[in-house]
């Protein structure tokens, strides 16, 4: 075999009540991210590492689409592939059903655990404990999809993670419309490619894509009476945002890439009002 390892751990999930699918994975192997994760909604998630076969990835959605159940695409992928038995695979079809591979000549330890809506699975592990982990902490877990899959990564890291170290790791989760503008199905997809302590650096990461991303709920949104919108036309005026509020407000909200958090100006997000005030 000549491509090199991608001695990896990593999690296939799904959260049928919100829609969302998505794969977290952490590895001693640079952009891990550009290959293992792989997802689609409705249709499912995929992650595929050690002597990682990319084509599993684009080919097992394309199985998926067909209806086939995850074991099922775990068969006809593997049953097709001459390396077979240096690979590993997760997967979690549209019902939540989940399937693992690990190939027989996978480096030790090596693995997988199930359960409903997620696969785990790791490879060059300092112990079974890390895939226990994973699984253990997805059951337990409750919130967004995308923070349960971090609090897996981390659980494993803690249990002993790879056993080589870290390097690198990515997180991605799909939902219909869900993304930029309500024109794409990315909800999150951040990369570290490159780094000491890649979880924490996913974490850092991801605090900032909610900053900008995130939705806050309507409920919480602020009412501009006469004194906010005196006190948002000081702040935009001390930015050099002057002239009619509603579009010096909207001017700003753009240059910090916060116009998905915005709509007009007679409601502010509380994380929009923050920021402005951190400005000024």
Known sequence: MGSPVVATYSIAACDLEEGQWGVATQSKF??????VPWAE???????????????????GL???????????????????????????LGVVDGQGRS??????????????????????????????????A????????????????MDCLDAAQAAGGDRRG????????????AGYAGLSDVVVELRVE?????????????????????????????DVDDELAAELRDRLARLGYEGELGDAFFTWSASENLEERVD??????????EQLRRQT
Do not use: M
């Not at 909604?41 to 080919?59: F, K, L, M, S």
């Open 62 to 88: 394309d199985l998926l689409r067909e209806g086939l159940r995850a074991e099922e695409v775990v068969e006809r992928l593997t049953t097709a592939d001459d390396g077979r038995d240096h690979r590993q």
């Open 30 to 35: 640079l952009s891990v991210g550009s290959v």
């Open 166 to 177: 870290q390097q690198s790791a990515a997180l991605l989760v799909v939902e219909k419309d």
């Open 99 to 132: 399937a693992s591979y690990t190939g027989a000549e996978c480096l030790d330890w090596a693995g997988g655990r199930t359960g409903e809506c997620y696969a785990a699975q790791g490879n060059i592990l300092v112990s079974a404990e890390t895939v226990d």
């Open 194 to 222: 490159d780094h000491e302590r890649p979880l924490e650096e996913l974490r850092r990461l991801y605090g900032l894509h909610q900053a900008i991303f995130g939705k806050t709920p309507e409920r919480l949104w602020l």
């Open 41 to 59: 909604p409705g249709v499912g998630a995929i992650a595929t590492q050690a002597y990682a076969n990319p084509r599993y990835g684009p080919q």
């Open 264 to 273: 007009g100006v007679g409601r502010i997000d509380p994380v929009v009002l």
């Open 134 to 149: 994973i699984a253990e902490t997805f059951e337990a877990g409750s919130g967004p999809l995308a923070e349960r899959l």
